[in-house]
């Protein structure tokens, strides 16, 4: 069941994620960039004399501002990139992968020449030219300058096509302005330029009238950094474009990205506010503002290696994936008090992972210790009538359950026997909910791993609510104009891949069949809890008709068979090395899940967790039409 997500709830989540590990690496890239803006106003302000007492107050306002730009700027492209991921991805989705590691490799390179700016290198480089001029007074340096561009142009812009406009325009320039002709001036020239835009009149860069000079920068560093980082895809991000998948609707999608990386942004404004009153301090160490500079323009030289070689990706990758769990129990614990899902009392609990948050029909798998308990909390109606089922136990496996509500009231209890046969026992059958509200299960009393999962009695009176999500049938999306994508309506993607067992897999192949493609990784804490569910599914349906694959993703074979063997995985399982099918498929993070239909027409996207109870009336629906 996928929750209605609202424009604060959305705001919330991203105000949790900043508290997420995989945001870790992008703290002190900003802090490197916000500091070095400020030393180095001040190492100007030092440099400059009889500016007034208010200047102070201009360049905490000039900080705050340049914070918003930057929030801005990674906003642009968060929203940007998550929905060229989703609904608009027969726009923009193809390419959104390449924009993306352009903007890295570009940005990369900028970052870099900001750092050497505030450790005032470019300073010093460009006095040795001016008392050197044999350096640029030959036509031979104007053809090293130029192929160095060249080769920089090709690798930042990656595919040569997109970079040749550009190479042209560089040559171009160089002959036609005098770069071989007369090559002094030429070169004297543009470093007359560039010290112009850097390091013009002191008392300016520092007066009211400039006190938001160099805004743009934050904001195209924000773009930047968001291009070399990897968002944390928690259960509220997921659900917007997982609707926004399954809907196209941008309306829908857009305000909630929005509200998601403004939350995201508050902590980033609040640094920089924090920072600013820094000054004072740094002023009483004014000789040692230099070597302050040096610092922190060394970090953003760092920073800018490491989005340019993609390291900052893959680090903000390895952490959101070490630390996924975590990262999403911040969320789903901090969204379950702003939604009094959850007591205050019970957060701590719930972030070290001994108490979760779920809804009907969604499972869990977790381990109880011997002596400790686990506790599951649901929001349940009055009139509701609820099993609570636990499988894939040990054997021997004897817990206590006991069912309260808000206030602490004992509403039901039952213990499990010890000699329980099967995969799936009941281990509390028809409890009676008295009142709509927040309900707590504890297990307790044994030791072992199991999953646990509510679900409505058969004799239940009371609805289940619909799954927001539009159940698309084969016959609506055969209206539409059907073309190659990743969008729900297209044509799924070819493949073909090679399976831990060496077995061939091609997916215009599979036509006839109802497949459910799922991207995941051995690494990833919200997978590790979902492949249960497809197993089950595969168990159910593939007599009928429909083909699980699960698509690893950054991993490798040692554990991804490891994984299978552990797990006890029997339906087709592949690595994507090259990444060439997540590339195609626009996925941005796992596990994300598709549902395609016999004729190759993508149905559903899910880009979070789904359960197999979400899944089923989607493939039986799919597997009762005739094409």
Avoid at 392 to 421: C, H, K, N, W
Avoid at 424 to 430: G, K, M, N
Wanted: hydrophobic share 45%.
């Amino acid at each position: 069941m996928i929750p209605d997500v609202s424009f604060g709830i959305a705001f919330i989540a991203g105000l949790l994620s900043f508290m997420s590990p995989c945001v870790l690496p992008l703290v002190p890239a900003y802090i490197g960039y916000m500091g070095g803006r400020m030393t180095h106003t001040l190492a100007l302000q030092g440099a400059s004399k009889g500016l007034p007492d208010a200047v102070t107050t201009i360049q905490r306002a000039n900080m705050l501002a340049h914070s918003l730009m930057f929030v801005a700027g990674f906003t642009v492209v968060f929203v940007s990139i998550g929905l060229a991921t989703t609904a608009l991805f027969s726009i923009l989705g193809s390419t959104a992968a390449l924009m993306t590691d352009i903007i890295s490799r570009v940005g990369g390179v900028i970052i870099i020449l900001f750092g050497l700016h505030f450790m005032g290198v470019l300073r010093w480089l460009f006095a040795q030219l001016r008392q050197r001029p044999i350096l640029i007074a030959t036509p031979i340096t104007t053809a090293i300058i130029g192929g160095l561009l060249t080769g920089l142009l090709l690798w930042g812009l990656i595919e040569p096509i997109a970079a040749l406009p550009f190479i042209a325009a560089l040559w171009l320039w160089l002959v036609l302005g005098g770069g071989f002709q007369q090559a002094h001036g030429f070169w004297s020239d543009v470093i007359d330029r560039i010290e112009t835009v850097l390091y013009s009149d002191t008392r300016r860069d520092l007066s009211k009238a400039s006190a938001n000079a160099g805004i743009g920068g934050s904001f195209l560093m924000g773009v930047v950094f968001s291009a070399g980082w990897t968002p944390c895809i928690g259960p509220i991000y997921g659900t917007i474009l997982t609707v926004a998948a399954n809907t196209g609707d941008v309306a829908y999608a857009m305000p909630l990205l929005m509200a998601y990386s403004f939350g995201l942004g508050v902590p980033f404004v609040l640094a920089a506010v924090l920072l600013g009153q820094t000054q004072s301090v740094l002023r009483k160490l004014q000789r040692h503002v230099h070597r302050i500079e040096i610092v922190t323009g060394s970090l953003l030289v760092l920073i800018g290696v490491m989005v340019a070689s993609g390291q900052m990706a893959r680090l903000t990758q390895v952490l959101n994936n070490d630390f996924a769990d975590l990262s999403i129990r911040i969320e789903e614990c901090g969204i379950g008090v702003f939604q009094e899902r959850l007591a205050a009392s019970q957060v701590g609990d719930c972030l070290n992972g001994t108490l979760h948050t779920l809804v009907l029909r969604q499972g869990s798998t977790v381990t109880l210790l011997e002596g400790s308990k686990q506790q599951f909390v649901l929001q349940l109606e009055a009139g509701q009538r609820i099993n609570v089922e636990i499988s894939d136990y040990p054997t021997g496996f004897s817990p206590t359950l006991i069912v309260t509500d808000r206030d602490g009231q004992r509403i039901a209890e039952a213990t499990m026997p010890p000699d329980a046969d099967g995969t799936v026992h009941t281990a509390l059958s028809e409890v009676d909910i008295p009142s709509t509200g927040r309900y707590t299960i504890t297990v307790s009393g044994a030791a072992g791993r199991f999953r646990f999962r509510t679900v409505l009695s058969p004799q239940t009176t009371s609805s289940i609510s619909s799954d927001p999500l539009a159940v698309a049938t084969l016959t609506e999306l055969a209206s539409q104009t059907v073309k190659v994508g990743a969008e729900v309506g297209n044509t799924a993607p070819a493949f073909t891949t090679l399976t831990r067992n060496n077995e061939v897999i091609t997916l215009a192949d599979l036509r006839g069949k109802v497949v459910l493609v799922n991207f995941w990784g051995t690494w990833c804490a919200p997978c590790e809890r979902e492949m249960p569910e497809l197993q089950a599914l595969h168990e159910r349906f593939h007599t009928d008709g429909l083909v699980v694959v699960g698509l690893a993703v950054r991993d490798t074979p040692e554990a991804v068979d490891a994984f299978i063997t552990e797990h006890s995985l029997t339906f087709p399982i592949a690595l994507d090395d090259s990444l060439s099918i997540t590339r195609s498929y626009g996925v941005i993070g796992q596990p994300t899940t598709l549902l395609i239909g016999k004729n190759g027409i993508i149905l559903h996207t899910f880009h979070s967790m789904v359960t197999a109870d979400t899944l089923t009336p989607l493939i039986e629906d799919a597997l009762q039409r005739q094409s």
